[in-house]
C-alpha cells in the first residue's frame, strides 16, 4: 500500500501516518518528493483496509499497489532520486563519472590514477579490495589494506570512494572507509547481503545480474530499500547472450526501461559491459547518450601490467579522451524526462 | 589471396592483372582505395603460388589470407567504403537517415511520411511491399503496387528507396522501382537470395541476423560480395537474448567490432532493436554516439492505425526531435577512425 | 474457422462442406482424424458467420480459432499425424531413425555409411547435396549429382532419402530424386521457401531456427500447410544460447511443448544440437527419453575426412551402439499420450 | 601441482608427502583413487620445482597443472566420484532420487510428502527452510522451525535430508539439521558462502548459475575443494535463454561436458529447469538417459496449495510414475564410462 500524503502536508501529519502504520505492526517508507511526501507500506500490508488511512490529517490517498516492487516506483516517487554523497550527486543534472582501476594493487598505483581522475573533474574514484573471482587461485584483492589506500586517496584528492563489498565482513569494512558501497553483478541476488547493505548508511551501487530480467534487478533494489536504505544506484554492465565478439552484450534499452518504472538513477559500466579496451569509448558515449545518469570506467596507469580487466582498461590518455567526449554528449541531449 | 598494387599503378597494369587472375579460372575484386587499389581473388585460390603475381608490372605485394573473409576485410581496403546513392552517400561524412514506414499501406500514407521525413533533411525512404510476417495469415504488403508507390515518392520527394526483397522474383521487382535492395534478418543466412543481391546492380542493405554472430554476418556480406557487388551496408537490428524489456537487444558493440575487420559502414536500427516507441529515440541517439554510420526509423502518420510494427513506429513529432538530437551528437563526436 | 463434423459424416457431405467454403473464397483443408474430420478454413475468414455452417449436414460444430496457428494444432486434430513415406512411418508407433552422413562426397561414401544404416534396421538416409554454408567459400555439396548418388542409395538399399533444398529449384531436385524434403535452420523463416514446399508432394521435415520461439517454429510449419501439404516433421535441432561447451544448446523441453499444442511429430537432431562426436549418443537417448517421434544422426565412414561437420558425425560403430541403445529406451518409455 | 602416488605407496608415504608440503606453506589434497592416491597442491604452487616431490619415496610422477581447476579434474582422480551419506550414495551404480516439497510449509506437509518418497525407494528428502525469492515480500521459509520439522522427517523416515543455506548463519544450521548442504544457483559465484561450505562437513550440493558457463560452475566448485571439502555434486538445472515455452532451458548436453573433464557427480533438477509440472517427467527421463547421476524432484501434496512453485510441483501419483520410469532407463543404459 501507498500512502500518498497532501502538498501542505505538515512535519506532524507525516509523522503521525508513520506511528499508525508502525503501530500496526507494518514498516513505512517515507519518501519526500517535489510536490508531495509518500509512505510505502511494507510488511504484508495485503489485507490493511485503506480507509485506515484515508481519514487521517494530510493525507490525500490510499492506494494498493499490484506491482510487485512498491518502494523503487514512479508510483511512490514521480521525480529522478538525486543520490547526494557529500557536496557531489548522482542523478542529477550533472554526468557521474566514476574513475578507477578494477583492483587497487598498491598506494603507487592509485595515486598515479587517482591524479588522472581528479584531473577529469570526476567526482568519483572505484577500486576493488575484495574481488569477486571466477578462480579460487586468481588475485582477490588487498582487502582492508586496499580499503586503506582508497581512503588516502580520498584525503589526497577530495574523490569519492566507490567499493565493492561480497559478504557481511566486508561491508562493515567498506563503511568505515568508503563513500559508496557496490554490490556485484555475481551478487545482485545474495539476498543475505542486499539486506545488509539496505541497513547501511552508504549509498548502493547494484550492478545487474549476468542474466538479470528489469524485474529481477529492481526487486533486489527493493530489497535494499525495504530495509530503510533509498539510495540505491543502478548499473548496467552488461548482459550474457551467445555474442562473442564482447564479453558481454551492453544492453542500453534498459537505461529507458528503468527510467519508465523507477525513480532510481541508472548508471553503465562499458568496461565490464564490452570487456575490450577499444570498445570503451564509443559504448560510453553511447551510454550517456541514451540517458544514463554517469559511467563507471575502469583506468589503469599501466593496463598491460594490471592485476585483474587490463584487457578492458583505459590508459589515462584514452579515459581523458573519453571524458571530453561523453560531455560534449552529455550537454546537446534534451534532459531525459522521468517517465 | 590479395593483390596489393603499387601506389602509382597504371589503369594497365590493374587491368593486366585482373585479366591474369582470369585466365586461372580465378575470379578478381579489384577495389580502389584511397592510396592503392587492392586486387581479393576468390575461386579456390588455396593452391596459387604468390611467385605468379609477385612479378607483374605494378604489384606490390601478393599477400595469402588465413581468414575466412577475403573481400569485407580491412587488408584488403583499409578505407571505410563510402556507398554512392546518386548524389546521397551512406559511409562518407554525413550521417545517413532513412525513414518511412514498416510497410506501404496506401499513397496517401506513404506521401504523408515521406513529407516529414524530406523535411528532415534526411536522403533516404525506407518501406516494405514485400513483408516477411511470422504469421502465413498477417498482411504481407501491397508487392509491386507497393512498389510503384515507391516509385512515386522518389519522384515527388527526391528521396531514394531502400526497400526488402524476400526471393528472386522480388529482387527483379527491387531492381525495377527501388535504390537500395534491402535483406532482412531472416533471410541473412539465405545464401540462394544472398548470391542473387551479389549480381544486382543497387547496393544492398543487409540486416544481421538475430542470432548471427560476427563472422556469420560478415560472411553474409562476403557472399554478395564474392558475386561482384561492393556495395554492401550492414545494419544492426538488435539479438534475441532472455531480455524481454524489448523486443530485442540492440547490440551496439557490434559497431566498432564491425570497424575493427571491415570497411563496410553500418548503420543502425532502433525501431526492430527495441520494438518499443518510447526507446526509439534514446537508442537512435545511442546508436550515433557509438558511431553509427546511419539510422533507418520507422515512423508513421497515425502509428496507432499501422497494420505492421505500430509498436514501434515514431509519431512525425517524435522523429524531427529524433533527427535534430541525433545530427547533434554527430557533430559533436570525433570522426571514428577506421581500424 | 475450424468446422468438426459430426464422427458418422459421410464422404460426400465433407465434400459439401469444402465445396461450400471454396465458393466462399476461402480455402478448406480438411484433415481426417480418428474419430471425426475436422475442416480448417484458412483465406480471412475472420468475418465469417459461424451459423453459415452450423446447419450443413454432417456439422457437429464451427468454432472460432482466436490463435495464431489454425492447422498445426490440436484443436484441429487431437491425435498425433503420422507421417507415411512408403512403407516407413514417422510419427507412429515406431522410433524413426535417419541416418547418413552431413553431405554426399561420393558414391563410395554414401554406400559404405547406407550399408551401416541400413543393417541397423533405421529405414530412412540423410545427406547433404546443397549445403548452406556459412562461408561462401567452403565446400558447397555436390548438387545434382549428389542427389543421383542419393536415388541409387534408395534403389540399392531400400531406404527412403532425406535431403535439403536450399531455393526453389533445388526444391525441384529433390522432389525428382528425394523422399523428404528437408528445410533448415537457416532457412527456417524463408517465406517464399515455405510456401513452395507447401506445393509440394513431399514430406517436409522441418528443423528449428537457431532462435526460434515456439511460436515462430508451429507459424513455419502451418506456413507449409496453408498451401495444402500438411505432412510436416518438426525437428529440434538445438539454440543458439551462450554456453560454449556445445556447439548448440538442444531444447529438449521443446517436445513436450509442441505435444501440448501440435498433431505434427517431433524428431531430433543431436549432431547439430551438440556438434561435437561425444555428446552424440547420450544427448540421441535423451531425446527419445523426452518423447521424440525419431533421430536425425550424421554418420561417416571415416568421420576425420569429412567434408564438412566431422567433429560430430559418428563412426560406424558408433552409430550401431547408439541405435541399441535408443530402441532399448524407446521400448521402456510408455507411449507418450497426445495433448 | 599434481604429485601421483605410487599405487603401492604407504599410507606412510602418503603421510609424509602431505607433511612437506605443508611445511612449504602450500595446501595438500590427497584424493585416493581406485588404482593410487594423488595429491592436488593449491596455495600458489607456480613457482615451485617439480623435483622437490619426484625423488620422495613412494611418489610416481609430479605434473604441472595448467588448466584453471585443479582439483575437481579427472587429472587428479581418473574414477567417478562416490558421495556417500549414511547408507545412500550420490555417483555410484544406483540412481539417486531426491524428492521432496520446493519449500517446508508445515509438519503435516512435508510428512505427506515425505511418506510417498520413502514409499517410491528414494532415499533423499528435499525442502527448503530458507527460500532465495526474487521479491522481498514473498514467503522467503519457515527458517530453523523448517530445519526441525526436517530432522523430524529423517527420525520418521530415514531419509537424508537436502536442503539449501543463504549464508554463514543458516549453513550452521543446516548443518546442525541436515545431511546435504545446497548451494542455490543465484549463490554459485557467492564465493564468502562457497568457501564457507568448503569448511563444512556435509556434503554440498552445488546448482549451475542461471547463465554459468561449464568453466565457471567447476572453478565454483573448485572454491569449495580448495577449502578441503572434496564432497561436491553437480546440479544442473537449467539456464536463462531467449525460449519462452519453458521457465529455463535444460541443458543436458552439460553431463557429458562435465563428465570428460571431471570426476565429480551430476544430478538433474527438470522441476527447475522447466518450471512447467506437464515437462517435468519427460525432461527427468531425459537427464537419467543422458547419463545423469541424479534427480532433485518437487513433489507436493496439494501443488495447487503450495506457496512456493506450485506449478512445476508433481502430485505423488505423478511422482510415482516418474520414479518408475526413471528406473527402468537407468536400467538399460550402459554404465557410462568415466572421461
Not at 529481477?216 to 548499473?235: K, P, Q, T
Request: aromatic share 6%.
Amino acid at each position: 500500500m501507498l500512502i500518498v500524503m497532501k502538498a501542505d502536508a505538515t512535519e506532524r501529519e507525516i509523522a503521525d501516518v508513520v506511528r499508525v502504520i508502525t503501530e500496526m505492526g507494518l514498516r513505512p517508507h517515507p519518501l519526500p518528493g517535489a510536490q508531495r511526501t509518500a509512505i510505502g507500506i511494507t510488511g504484508n500490508p495485503g489485507s490493511v483496509d485503506t480507509s485506515h488511512f484515508e481519514n487521517l490529517p494530510g493525507v490525500a490517498e490510499a492506494i494498493r499497489v499490484s506491482k510487485p516492487y512498491k518502494l523503487v516506483t514512479l508510483d511512490l516517487k514521480p521525480e529522478k532520486t538525486v543520490i547526494k554523497i557529500g557536496d557531489a550527486t548522482i542523478g542529477g543534472d550533472e554526468l557521474a563519472i566514476i574513475g578507477g582501476p578494477c583492483a587497487i594493487e598498491s598506494r603507487e598505483q592509485a595515486f598515479a590514477v587517482a591524479e588522472a581522475v581528479r584531473r577529469s573533474g570526476a567526482r568519483f574514484f572505484r577500486g576493488g579490495a575484495f574481488k569477486p573471482r571466477t578462480s579460487p587461485y586468481a588475485f582477490q584483492g588487498l582487502g582492508e589494506e586496499g580499503l586503506k589506500i582508497l581512503a588516502e586517496v580520498r584525503e589526497a584528492f577530495g574523490l569519492k570512494i566507490v567499493t565493492e563489498a561480497v559478504d557481511e565482513e566486508s561491508v562493515d569494512l567498506v563503511e568505515r572507509y568508503g563513500d559508496v558501497l557496490q554490490i556485484g553483478a555475481r551478487n545482485m541476488q545474495n539476498f543475505s547481503l542486499l539486506r545488509r547493505a539496505g541497513r547501511s548508511p552508504l549509498p548502493v551501487l547494484l550492478k545487474r545480474g549476468l542474466s538479470a530480467m528489469l524485474d529481477e534487478w529492481l526487486l533486489a533494489a527493493e530489497y535494499i530499500m525495504s530495509e530503510g536504505n533509498y539510495n540505491v544506484i543502478l548499473c548496467e554492465r552488461g548482459v550474457r547472450t551467445f555474442a562473442q565478439h564482447t564479453r558481454n552484450t551492453l544492453d542500453l534499452a534498459a537505461i529507458p526501461a528503468v527510467r519508465r518504472i523507477s525513480h532510481l538513477p541508472v548508471v553503465v559500466d562499458p568496461s565490464h559491459g564490452t570487456g575490450k579496451n577499444y570498445m570503451v569509448t564509443p559504448l560510453a558515449r553511447a551510454g550517456v547518450a541514451a540517458g544514463a545518469d554517469g559511467l563507471i570506467i575502469e583506468v589503469h596507469n599501466q593496463p598491460e601490467r594490471a592485476l585483474s580487466d587490463g584487457a578492458q582498461s583505459l590508459t589515462l590518455e584514452q579515459y581523458d579522451h573519453l571524458v571530453a567526449e561523453v560531455r560534449a554528449i552529455h550537454e546537446v541531449i534534451a534532459p531525459a524526462p522521468v517517465g
